[in-house]
């Protein structure tokens, strides 16, 4: 994974966990958090794992209105404690989430 990095590779977190799906044992949201503490340890910085995991997914896929804070845009949020651009681990304590602005967790 590091050395795809290094190449420059677009790297994107993603998860198994949907209806249907092969891996029914793959949990919603606990796995998306485990697969950017593996990225984390592949060698991509905190600040690189969040950016798989948001803005280089909407980027990716090529959907405009997601993956950015910004006026105008769909706000789909997560507001967590600690610091994830430092501490990737620290993404699993979700304190609220806001989908299409409206309070969805809290």
Not at 31 to 50: C, F, I, N, W, Y
């Amino acid at each position: 994974m590091k050395l795809l990095h290094k190449r420059g590779v677009t790297i994107l977190a993603g998860t198994d966990a949907n209806p249907g799906s092969y891996a029914p044992a793959v949990a919603y949201g606990t796995s998306v958090h485990r697969e950017m503490e593996l990225l984390a340890k592949a060698g991509l910085t905190p600040v690189e794992v969040l950016a798989s995991a948001t803005g280089k997914i909407a980027e990716v896929f090529g959907i405009t209105d997601i993956g950015i804070i910004k006026t105008g845009k769909r706000a789909v949020l997560m507001l967590v404690k600690g610091r994830p651009d430092k501490e990737i681990t620290d993404t699993i304590n979700i304190k609220q989430v806001w989908i299409d602005g409206k309070p969805f967790l809290g």
